[in-house]
């Protein structure tokens, strides 16, 4: 409703009306159908109940004022895809803004917008922004938002991603916006617990960019994650560049110190998805085109001290990855293991339009010198190492595909380790002294009089006595060498075709096979 008369010079575009201190109009909306907003979120549809709200414009300036009188309110929201498929259901949103516009230039203040479903709190979302109207004048804004959530992990846009019981999630960000763009976004995720009572460390990142007028972004990214006393830090920096089909990717991760099961927050959002199962997942159709059609550059790392747990860590973990339209590579990424061991990875990817079977893989690793106590108590804390001993190791793998999964699928190679010297653990400790079925046992006095040197067999007359010392030999057998060698075959068979222990009382040897089954996973 129109309250005063009002003329507008469309040179300076000043407002004049009769009374300045008078509400030029003044709209109420009674039950707006949402779909006549529906168009704004055109790649989707919108359901809802009416909007309802009230709101009036003065002269200001000479320019105009819009205030909210009674906040803008639609209940019972639901966004869905195209196809059908339900992002948001149920959702109660409140608004109150302020917007004002002169000669001089336009700001706009969104006070307030609140999201709820039922008794539960989605969002609050506060902003304001601004442009002068100053030649070339950017756009400023800035504006926070706080996300609880518990209850946004219920809606359906997030089925499939674990619970939490607690956590909110905070954004800050400002920036502005013309021919060259700044932004900067400050993330904190903090009070995480899961459904199954696990804390998560807290998340904090601060994003900074800058986009010039050919929409090159160089970016920097810091991430930190805190538990307890405890902090991994992360640092991500780069440029995004556009090409002619694509983009180009160079950039960086670095870190002092990063602990890997503070990443236990990804793989517990991640705990519920839905895994495909083996009949989802195929191996028909040829790729024409990589899938990494698009993206080229290169991705270096550096992390100083990369800790699996307080028992087992690598130092100096540096390596890069190159993409370019041909192929993928990884040059040969390194990582110390402790005292003069180190681990070395290289490998690449390579895609051949032209070729029945277009991608090809060939990787290789070495490792000398590694200690492996410190991984199996770390592996299983509180138990003493399985194998304890000095090794070295490397391998070979090979590939073709029509498609990635394909191409994993078809993986073939070889792994050998040796080692000379070190304990190797058959059996746990306490074994020894709880063995109590000496029923099948009878057989073993023979052999055990045959491997043990120094022992007759006589000795092993009583079968608790030859459980005894076989348990006893198995707990903890000091070896002078230890060699194994696999093979993953062309047809996907999975041999041991050796393994070697000698020692000045035992001596094992030992092979298998794995035959592979269509259809069935190698983990099956």
């Known amino acids: 409703t129109a309250i005063q008369t009002f003329e507008i010079n469309t040179v300076t575009g000043e407002l004049k009306v009769a009374d300045p201190e008078a509400d030029l109009i003044e709209v109420n909306l009674l039950g707006l159908p949402v779909a006549w907003v529906a168009p704004l979120v055109s790649s989707h549809r919108l359901t809802g109940n009416r909007i309802n709200g009230k709101f009036s414009a003065n002269a200001r300036d000479g320019g105009v004022r819009a205030t909210m009188i009674e906040p803008l309110r639609v209940d019972g929201l639901s966004l869905y895809e195209k196809d059908g498929q339900l992002l948001f259901q149920g959702v109660n949103l409140q608004s109150d803004f302020t917007a004002e516009y002169t000669a001089r230039g336009w700001q706009a203040e969104v006070a307030s917008i609140e999201m709820n479903s039922a008794d539960d709190k989605l969002l609050s979302l506060s902003m304001k922004a601004g442009q002068s109207a100053e030649k070339h004048a950017p756009i400023i804004g800035t504006g926070r938002a706080e996300i609880a959530l518990p209850a946004m992990l219920n809606q359906p846009l997030a089925e499939g991603v674990a619970r939490l019981q607690r956590g909110n999630l905070r954004l800050d960000f400002s920036g502005s916006w013309a021919e060259a763009r700044d932004l900067q976004v400050k993330l904190s995720l903090n009070n995480l617990m899961t459904e199954d009572n696990r804390q998560l460390p807290?998340?904090?990142?601060?994003?900074?960019?800058?986009?010039?007028?050919?929409?090159?972004?160089?970016?920097?990214?810091?991430?930190?994650?805190?538990?307890?006393?405890?902090?991994?830090?992360?640092?991500?920096?780069?440029?995004?560049?556009?090409?002619?089909?694509?983009?180009?990717?160079?950039?960086?991760?670095?870190?002092?110190?990063?602990?890997?099961?503070?990443?236990?927050?990804?793989?517990a959002l991640a705990a519920g998805t839905t895994v495909a199962t083996q009949e989802e997942i195929t191996f028909d159709g040829r790729d024409e085109r990589p899938f990494w059609t698009g993206v080229s550059g290169e991705i270096e790392m550096a992390l100083q001290v990369l800790h699996y747990t307080e028992e087992f860590e690598m130092r100096g973990v540096n390596g890069s990855i190159k993409i370019s339209d041909q192929g993928m590579a990884l040059e040969t990424l390194r990582a110390g293991l402790g005292g003069e061991s180190a681990l070395n990875l290289q490998g690449k990817v390579d895609f051949d339009p032209v070729a029945p079977e277009p991608y090809t893989l060939a990787a290789d690793m070495t490792m000398n010198d590694f200690v492996t106590g410190p991984l199996f108590r770390a592996l299983s804390p509180g138990n003493l190492p399985q194998v304890d001993g000095v090794f070295s190791a490397k391998s070979q793998i090979s590939s073709s595909g029509q498609n990635a999964m394909d191409l994993m699928r078809r993986t073939q190679g070889d792994l050998q380790l040796k080692s000379t010297g070190g304990v190797f653990r058959v059996l746990p400790p306490s074994t020894a002294t709880k063995v109590e079925n000496t029923g099948r046992i009878a057989a073993w006095g023979a052999f055990i009089g045959n491997v043990v040197?120094?022992?007759?067999?006589?000795?092993?007359?009583?079968?608790?006595?030859?459980?005894?010392?076989?348990?006893?030999?198995?707990?903890?057998?000091?070896?002078?060498?230890?060699?194994?060698?696999?093979?993953?075959?062309?047809?996907?068979?999975?041999?041991?075709?050796?393994?070697?222990?000698?020692?000045?009382?035992?001596?094992?040897?030992?092979?298998?096979?794995?035959?592979?089954?269509?259809?069935?996973d190698f983990f099956q």
């Open 202 to 267: 807290s998340i904090a990142a601060d994003l900074r960019a800058q986009i010039d007028a050919n929409l090159q972004t160089r970016f920097n990214l810091p991430i930190t994650c805190t538990r307890e006393a405890r902090i991994s830090d992360l640092v991500l920096q780069g440029t995004l560049a556009p090409k002619k089909a694509g983009l180009r990717v160079d950039a960086k991760l670095s870190g002092r110190e990063v602990w890997l099961d503070d990443l236990e927050l990804l793989s």
């Open 453 to 520: 040197g120094g022992k007759d067999s006589e000795a092993f007359a009583s079968k608790a006595q030859a459980v005894a010392e076989l348990s006893k030999i198995l707990t903890a057998i000091n070896y002078d060498q230890l060699n194994v060698s696999v093979h993953r075959l062309e047809n996907f068979n999975t041999v041991l075709e050796d393994f070697s222990l000698i020692s000045p009382e035992v001596r094992l040897t030992g092979g298998g096979k794995i035959t592979a089954r269509e259809g069935v």
